[in-house]
């Protein structure tokens, strides 16, 4: 509905006015409506918020041969990454991660998280073994500070050029890899295995801020071509498509797999049956096979491998979806079909999957996420299982194709990536309320704890308490609903597609975010960025006074809106009699040095019933004070 400026509103501004000197008009005098500071567009970021003709951005393309040893827990790899340098800068060094040594003895992340907490390793001693780093057989010099090396070039790389080099390591897999890799008996979870290129970008060159455990990953897109060298009577699942299946599955599984690219149904590829006889399932049960991998316009590479999987199929156009599970992981017979409704409606919603397999794999990691790959624990109802699952797929667009920088802005992929989740359970359980448990979720975790902005780093949250889940997901879930009703249902979606468009396997930053949603919608939003994402302010609008009159026939309703919390909202004030509805929204700029603004609405009766800015999607803190009943 179109904004009102209404008399009351514009008799404070004028007040307002009144008050201002020439000296101080430079900036808002009502510090709510403070805007943060942003850098300045230029051609690589443009001032729409899309990226420009001079952005850049480099890759990594990466070989690798790798091989698990159950007896010894340990992963041997050889890699060869051939890195671009798109950049406008000659290179002297370049900069790689080394995730694996979090958890080597007296690692910086064992110092910030304690080790027996999720984001560590259980006193684990481990950590990467480099035996070889090295270019056209020549060794490179090269520094490993914690979980970085910097390698010597032993040219400098000028832009445009390419420089291959080739890695050889090792390391002992960890039971409890930080939550996010490990392994389980006979099952091992596979993340942050290979020395992977730091991100060099126009915004901070190269970036070098630790892996502790607790922040996520900022990473360059490339190609993959992996093998995978494990015991025969080993399952593997993996980023990419299956290169060699003759080589590595029976006739039987391949035929199942044909037919499940159909998409009609779930396949069985591995019954649990079966599992008690390798040899039922295996094309070997001796020796070792390879499993060869390839993936496209990634940023990363995950895999598993166990000899006890169950394995059910499905697809999604053209996609192969898999899930592999131990049997008694019952609640994940219906992990396949869950994960088919996650790729389609993120699609539907956002972009098209553009990937050739998903595939979710169960075993002792809570929940997390790769490029096509993501990683669930066993969970033991359907909606645990979906909300894990289903929040992990989501991800595959926030951020494994938009690749914002998880290390600084959680938000830009927990909390968009919560949002969406929103939406995709109310689709798959129409009876849930997954808006309103968020927004009762943060009212109520906000008043329990001291909140940290959105915007702190995800290393800076407090690693015991809520933190990172206020900050990084629930808020920022509850942010973006509020964005999408001030902006509009169809406007918000609209712009979020495009942001997803824009950005896919680019690095977008917050202030990318702002103008395309600032442009998108038509407003200027400095005020909401900076109160929702800086601040631990709150919105909590109530009804303070209602006045009616009637003449001929026709009902006019006064309300006067309090903006208790000192983060502003337009105030959308609905006033009900009988059947008859009127919505009026007061914009915030009505609120421009002052707490209250006055609404008047129409009505053909007495109204019965008045509201402010009700329902969960809003945001209010405070709902209690939001309805108003004659
Ligand atoms: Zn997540």
């Known amino acids: 509905m179109p904004l009102r400026l209404l008399p009351a509103a514009l008799l404070a501004f004028a007040t307002l006015l009144g008050a201002w000197s020439p ?16 850098p300045t567009p230029d051609l690589a970021r443009l001032a729409s918020g899309q990226p420009g003709p001079a952005y850049w951005q480099q890759r990594a393309d990466y070989a690798i041969r790798v091989t698990l040893d159950p007896a010894t827990h340990t992963v041997t790899g050889s890699e060869t990454i051939t890195y671009a340098n798109n950049s406008p800068d000659t290179l002297a060094f370049l900069w790689l991660q080394l995730d694996q040594n979090l958890f080597a003895p ?32 020549a060794a490179l010099d090269h520094t490993i500070r914690d979980t970085e ?22 390391f002992a897999v960890p039971e409890n890899g930080a939550d996010r890799m490990g392994r389980d008996g006979d099952l091992y979870l596979l993340a942050q295995w290979y020395p992977r290129m730091a991100v060099y970008d126009d915004v901070s060159g190269w970036n070098t801020m630790p892996y502790l455990g607790q922040g996520e990953f900022y990473l360059e897109y490339g190609d993959f071509d992996v093998a995978i060298t494990v015991p025969a009577t080993h399952l593997v699942g993996a980023t990419g498509a299956l290169e060699n299946p003759a080589e590595v599955l029976t006739a039987a599984q391949r035929s199942a797999l044909d037919r499940a690219r159909g998409g009609a149904e779930v396949v069985p590829v591995v019954a ?6 390798p040899a039922s399932f295996r094309p070997a049960t001796t020796g070792t096979l390879t499993w060869r991998f390839r993936a496209e316009n990634v940023r990363d590479f995950v895999w598993a491998a166990g000899p006890r999987l169950v394995w059910d199929a499905t697809a999604w156009e053209g996609t192969l979806i898999h899930a592999l599970y131990r049997p008694e992981a019952t609640q994940w017979r219906e992990a396949a079909a869950m994960t088919r409704h996650s790729i389609e409606f993120y699609s539907d919603y956002l972009i098209p999957y ?14 997390m996420e790769y490029p096509m790959v993501v990683f669930v624990a066993p969970e033991t109802t359907p909606e645990g299982l979906f909300d894990v699952l289903d929040h992990e797929w989501g991800h595959m667009w926030f951020p494994m194709i938009v690749g914002s920088d998880e290390r600084r802005y959680a938000w830009m992929d927990e909390g968009f ?18 808006v309103l448990e968020n ?30 889940g206020v900050g990084g997901y629930i808020k920022p879930g509850v942010m ?32 990318d975010f702002f103008r395309m949603m600032e442009d998108g919608l038509g407003m200027e939003l400095g005020w909401f960025w900076h109160n929702w994402i800086w601040t631990t302010q709150t919105s909590d609008l109530a009804i303070l006074g209602v006045d009616q009159t009637q003449s001929e026939g026709t009902w006019t309703v006064t309300v006067t809106i309090d903006q208790r919390g000192r983060l502003l909202m337009p105030a959308a004030v609905t006033a009900t009699a009988g059947t008859a509805t009127n919505t009026v929204t007061i914009p915030v700029q009505a609120f421009y040095g002052t707490d209250r603004a006055t609404a008047t609405l129409n009505l053909p009766a007495k109204a019965e019933e008045i509201t402010v800015n009700a329902g969960p999607e809003w945001g209010d803190i405070n709902p209690q004070n939001n309805t108003w009943t004659d």
């Not at 000296?23 to 942003?38: K, M, S, W």
């Not at 553009?354 to 929940?367: D, H, R």
């Not at 990536?417 to 997954?434: D, G, Q, V, W």
Request: glycine share 12%; net charge negative; hydrophobic share 35%.
């Open 23 to 38: 000296a101080r008009a430079q900036g808002p005098i009502d510090e709510r409506f403070a805007e943060p500071d942003l």
């Open 106 to 137: 007296g690692s910086a992340g064992a110092q910030v998280f304690p080790p027996e907490g999720r984001f560590g390793g259980g006193g684990f001693e481990g950590g990467y073994d480099i035996r070889r780093v090295a270019s056209g057989g």
């Open 149 to 170: 090396m910097r390698i010597e070039l032993p040219a400098p790389l000028p832009p445009g050029a390419t420089f291959s080099f080739e890695i050889d390591w090792s």
């Open 272 to 277: 649990a049956a079966e599992l008690s006889d």
């Open 354 to 367: 553009p990937y050739p397999a998903a595939t979710a794999i169960e075993g002792p990691v809570f929940g």
């Open 417 to 434: 990536n919560t949002f969406i989740n929103l939406l995709s359970k109310k689709a798959y359980f129409p009876e849930s309320e997954p």
């Open 439 to 468: 927004t009762a979720q943060y009212a109520s975790l906000i008043r329990a704890y001291s909140e940290q902005p959105i915007a702190s780093f995800p290393d800076e949250f407090d690693p015991g308490g809520p933190g990172l």
């Open 480 to 511: 973006m609903t509020a964005l999408r009703e001030i902006g509009g249902h169809e406007l918000f979606d609209e712009t979020l597609v495009q942001y997803t468009r824009a950005w896919a396997y680019k690095h977008p930053m917050p202030a």
